[in-house]
T-cell receptor, first 116, second 111 residues
Framework: GAVVSQHPSWVICKSGTSVKIECRSLDFQATTMFWYRQFPKQSLMLMATSNEGSKATYEQGVEKDKFLINHASLTLSTLTVTSAHPEDSSFYIC????????????FGPGTRLTVT | SQQGEEDPQALSIQEGENATMNCSYKTSINNLQWYRQNSGRGLVHLILIRSNEREKHSGRLRVTLDTSKKSSSLLITASRAADTASYFCATDKGGGNKLTFGTGTQLKVEL
């Protein structure tokens, strides 16, 4: 149980285009989803927290107009990287909290974004 | 911002040996969690220890927490090659389940 999927697992896009990444909780209802980015051999940095049906809360330094987050249902959150640039290339990971186990987060397998 | 610092940054041991990783943090916490990440993959939750707990076990894993020193350790006993991965501590300060991750320890277990 407690499986989180991400799609796509990797994506290559051209500079200036937008990319959407999906995060789904497959067998539980996720009241809260989190989006992280991770640079090679570095730790995870929290980008934003999204609660179903409300606006995402962004961490300091994260541009909300560039990283659009939508949490439309209890099983789906999306991250859209708008007008992507090479410096946005990174590993993006989502996680979700099960409303019944609020202290645990279940992580997706990550999405490798490469902007050329 | 990074809350946790982990050491060592990298650790290489032989199969069967024990591996110890340490994590230090700066502010008060509600709980501390340890995660494992295989290269290029997502994270797997290993164990959670609450601020009022001092030690916790799960299989070959033993976690300690010293809130006075703001530090935690993860011990993996009788390591296996399959334990090769990066290990991260993450602190939850409470109020929303936001996690702040440490810098991570890359563990390599050799046959």
């Amino acid at each position: 149980g407690a499986v989180v999927s991400q799609h796509p697992s990797w994506v290559i896009c051209k500079s200036g285009t937008s990319v959407k990444i999906e995060c789904r909780s497959l067998d539980f209802q996720a009241t809260t989803m989190f989006w992280y980015r991770q640079f090679p051999k570095q730790s995870l940095m929290l980008m934003a927290t999204s609660n179903e049906g409300s606006k995402a809360t962004y961490e300091q330094g994260v541009e909300k107009d560039k990283f659009l987050i939508n949490h439309a249902s209890l099983t789906l959150s999306t991250l859209t990287v708008t007008s992507a640039h090479p410096e946005d290339s990174s590993f993006y990971i989502c996680s979700a909290s099960d409303r019944g186990k609020v202290y645990e987060q279940y992580f997706g397998p990550g999405t490798r974004l490469t902007v050329t | 911002s990074q809350q946790g610092e982990e050491d060592p940054q990298a650790l290489s041991i032989q199969e069967g040996e024990n591996a110890t990783m340490n994590c230090s943090y700066k502010t008060s916490i509600n709980n501390l969690q340890w995660y494992r990440q295989n290269s290029g993959r997502g994270l797997v939750h290993l164990i959670l220890i609450r601020s009022n707990e001092r030690e916790k076990h799960s299989g070959r894993l033993r976690v300690t927490l010293d809130t006075s020193k703001k530090s935690s350790s993860l011990l993996i006993t009788a390591s296996r090659a399959a334990d090769t991965a990066s290990y991260f501590c993450a602190t939850d300060k409470g109020g929303g389940n936001k996690l702040t991750f440490g810098t991570g320890t890359q563990l390599k277990v050799e046959l």
